[in-house]
C-alpha cells in the first residue's frame, strides 16, 4: 500500500489500481471502520457493518430516476429498444465511474470537496460544483416528498378528496347537485392536484399567495431530513434500513396490485415492444447516458461521501457492481409497475370514452346494421353492460 505523502500526487486513475492491489485477508471487507489515516487528519467515522453501506449507496441510487424518469424514457424512445443503449452505457460509464467515485473516495476518507482537492488543488471547484448540484436537487427532492406527505395525510379521510368532483354551494338542477365545471371538464385526481394541493396560479407572472398547506409539509419533510442527519452517519446509518428497504416493500406491492388490474398487460406488453428505427436517433443515446448519470447519482458527490466512511481494504470493486446491478435492475422492475398501471388506465379511459358515447355507437350500428343485436356488439366489444345504458 502506498504511503501517505504519496497519494498527494497520484491521479485518480493510480487511486482506482492502489484499491485493485490491496492485500484482503478474510472478514477484514466486512469492517467498514478503519483506524488508519491520511496526511494526519483524524480518525474518520466508519459505517457500523457493510450492509449499512450498501443500503445506503443503494438508497443514493435508488429514486425518482428509476420509478418514472426511466419509464418514461422507454415509453419515449423505442420501448424495449431503449434497454439497448441504457445496458450500453451502464457498462461503458456507469459502472467505471461509478468504481472511480467509490476508490477514490475510500482512498482519501474525504468527501467529494476535500477528496478532488486532494488530488489537484484546481480540481476543487468540481467538488464545490458537486456540491451545489447535491443542495439544489435536494430543494426540489423535499417539495416532492413534502407532497407525498400532503397527500398521505388527505388519504386519512373517507371518502377519499380526490374520489368525486367536489359540487357547487345552493345549485341543482333536477334534484341533483351541479359539480365544479373545471373539475367535470377534468378529473377529480387533476382537480385535487392542482385546486387544493398546489393551488396554481394562472401563469407563472402570477406567482400567488404561499399555500400554507404545502408549506407545512415542507418543513415536515425537512424536519424529517434534519433528525436522520444531524448526528452524521451514526443516524442516517441507522435511517437507511428503512429509507433504502421501504421503496422496494411498496414497489412488491404495487407491482402485485398492478398485474391484477384489467388491461395491464397490454401496458407491459407495450413497454417491450421495441421500436428499432429509434435506435438511429442520436437523442436516445443521449437520453441513456444521461439517465445512467442521474440514476447512478454520478458527479454529485454523495457515492464519494458515502464510500469515505469504508475500510481502507473493502472491495470496492465488489460493491461498485453490486449497486450498479441492483439499481439497473429496480428500474426494470418499477418499469413494470407503472406500465402495468398506465395500462390499467389506458383500459379504464377507454370504457370511459365508450359509456360516454355509447349512444353514438349504437346510432352507428342502426344505420350500417339494422338487425344487429346489442347484446352481440357488446360482446365484440369486450363489454358485458351496454344495455342498461340506453335505458
Known sequence: MHDAQDVGTDSAVTLVRMEEHVDEKPGE?????????????????????????????????????????????????????????????????????????IAIGQRLRRGSVGVWNHIHRYLGGVGIASMVVCFLIALYYNMIISWAFFYFFNSFQSPLPWKSCPVMPNMTINNHSVEVAECAETSPTSYFWYRNALDISPSINEPGSPVWRMCLSLVVAWLIVFIGMFKGIKSSGKVVYFSATFPYIVLVIFFFRGITLPGSMDGVAYMFTPDMSRLADATVWRDAATQIFFSLGLGFGGVIAYSSYNDLKNNCRKDALTVASINCATSIFASLVIFSILGFKAHHRSEQCMDHNIIKIHAFFNEYNPDHNMNDVAVQMDRKNYIHLLD
Not at 443500503?55 to 430516476?65: E, R, S
Not at 423505442?78 to 456507469?94: H, K, R, V
Request: charged fraction near 15%.
Open 29 to 101: 471487507s466486512d469492517s467498514t471502520s478503519s483506524s488508519e489515516t491520511i496526511d494526519g487528519q483524524p480518525q474518520r467515522e466508519g459505517w457500523d457493518n457493510k450492509i449499512q453501506y450498501i443500503l445506503a449507496q443503494i438508497g443514493f441510487a435508488v429514486g425518482l430516476g428509476n420509478v418514472w424518469r426511466f419509464p418514461y424514457l422507454c415509453q419515449k424512445n423505442g420501448g424495449g429498444a431503449f434497454l439497448i443503449p441504457y445496458f450500453i452505457m451502464l457498462m461503458l460509464e456507469g459502472i467505471p465511474l461509478f468504481y472511480m467515485e
